[in-house]
């Protein structure tokens, strides 16, 4: 009796140079979502990814509109109530190609050199959401699915999913599933399968500090007026303790631990001090000393100055006492912290330390919460034993130090947990001129994938 994985997988090795030839197809439409110039090109990617999903016997594919770039959806749930739903997502939109001069070839005409695709978007994530589809089917012109399978492929992400939240609390019904599939990550390097279970949430502030009504002359008003960037300064650099712990009242009140295992598996990981260093440029590393690097930058809390303004900055000298300062401040979240908890804290923080001599204020911009995907969940066992099964070795496990909004959403609105992979490496250049994919490991990709549909039977 022949093999139905088997089957897919010899399919999709018969097809490898159609399915390169359709990625560079998808490639060629410069589907850039934050310019209104290239509106009619995204909605071009959109038809594009909906005529693969209608060639796949996919119902219902569609392309429905949001605030923004449309969504594109479809599904097959033939496999029946007893068979698992699995919601595969995707992005089909892509970042600018700025600077162009610096592109060796034309970012929209894919080249193949050595054992590379240079495009914009081949990682990020054109070249995933290809794997993803090309081994579902590898499934269908075999044996055909045995899992019931939906798809959320979207058009904004590189511009933050602005009207995804608001289109999947709308449409929580039709994308209700056992887990979504996200591989919108990616590879720690070519020889290491990496599956990320959790992303750290975000809670982003503006603080501003007013001192006198106008700008004064420092000459004649320093020594007796508190400067607002002397008071802002001060205040930013009190929120860290010497051992960089936050100060903020009761910021790790709610941060729960980490176990022994998973910190166990996080020192598998081959992100070094050194690896810090070499990647950032920076002469020493700096931060919470009972955590490892990688400790710090995935299951630890932060607070970060992202931007400080006040003054006089342009060219020459201006010898200014400033009415006012301002700093951008960002806090990553983990479980079970909330923005709301952090808004509180840095409130409290700031009437306790902030003098009589300045007034502040805190503007609350935007947020999300941690999420965090049990690892002996049902979607993370099956891409650890698909990811095993194609490598040859036990894939690696992350937490990832950013945030992604539709993780959150789909965790918020629908209940659904996301496993993140992804066969980008770190050299791939996403988001910058020359961007890439690693053509054998995005073709182990396709493999992985078809083994982890399988593995859910």
């Known amino acids: 009796m022949t093999d139905p994985r088997q089957q897919a997988l010899d399919y999709a090795h018969q097809h490898n140079d159609r399915f390169l030839e359709e990625l560079k197809d998808f490639l060629a439409i410069p589907s850039i979502s934050t310019s209104p110039e290239y509106n009619a090109d995204t909605q071009r990617a959109a038809e594009w990814v909906a005529a693969q999903l ?8 569609q392309i429905m509109p949001t605030g923004g770039h449309p969504v594109v959806y479809g599904e097959q749930l033939r496999a029946g109530k007893a068979a698992p739903t699995v919601l595969i997502y995707g992005h089909y939109d892509v970042q600018p190609v700025d600077p162009l001069e610096l592109w060796t070839t034309d970012p929209f005409k894919a080249e193949v050199r050595g054992e590379n695709l240079y495009a914009r978007g081949s990682s990020d994530m054109k070249g995933q959401v290809i794997a993803s589809l090309k081994a579902v089917e590898a499934i269908v012109r075999t044996s055909g699915l045995p899992v019931n399978l939906k798809w959320l492929i979207e058009g904004e992400e590189e511009i933050g999913s602005k009207n995804l939240d608001e289109f999947i609390k709308k449409h929580k019904d039709m994308l209700t599933a056992d887990f979504c599939i996200n591989p919108d990550a990616g590879m ?6 990496t599956i990320t279970y959790g992303l750290r949430g975000l809670a982003y502030f503006e603080i501003r500090i007013y001192g006198p009504d106008r700008d004064l002359h420092s000459g004649l008003f320093g020594g007796t007026v508190h400067n607002p960037a002397q008071a802002l300064a001060e205040l930013i650099a009190g929120m860290h ?25 996080i020192a598998r990981l081959p992100t070094t001090a050194k690896h810090f260093i070499k990647q950032t440029g920076v002469p020493a590393l700096w931060g919470e000393p009972d955590y490892t690097p990688e400790e710090r930058v995935s299951i630890r809390p932060t607070l970060e100055v992202n931007g400080l303004l006040s003054g006089f900055t342009g060219e020459g000298s201006k010898t200014v006492l400033p009415a006012w300062a301002m700093a951008k401040v960002s806090c990553r979240l983990v479980p079970d912290q909330t923005p709301e908890l952090i808004q509180k804290a840095m409130a409290k923080y700031m009437k306790k330390h902030a003098p009589k001599t300045i007034r502040w204020e805190i503007k609350y911009i935007s947020g999300s919460g941690a999420a965090v995907t049990p690892r002996d969940s049902m979607g993370v066992r099956a891409l650890a034993m698909g990811l095993e099964q194609t490598w040859g070795k036990r894939p690696l496990f992350k937490r990832e130090g950013g945030s992604i909004g539709v993780v959150v959403q789909l965790q918020k609105h629908v209940g659904v947990e996301s496993v993140l992979t992804g066969f980008g490496l770190p050299e791939d250049n996403a988001h910058s001129p020359n961007e890439k994919l690693n053509l054998p490991t995005w073709r182990k990709g396709i493999d992985a994938f078809i083994h982890t549909i399988f593995n859910l039977t």
């Open 241 to 265: 303790d010497k051992k960089g712990r936050i100060i903020l009242p009761g910021f790790y009140d709610k941060v729960r631990k980490s176990s022994k295992a998973e910190r166990a598996d």
């Open 188 to 193: 720690i390097n070519a020889d290491s399968p």
């Open 54 to 61: 209608k060639s796949l016997g996919m119902e219902h594919a």
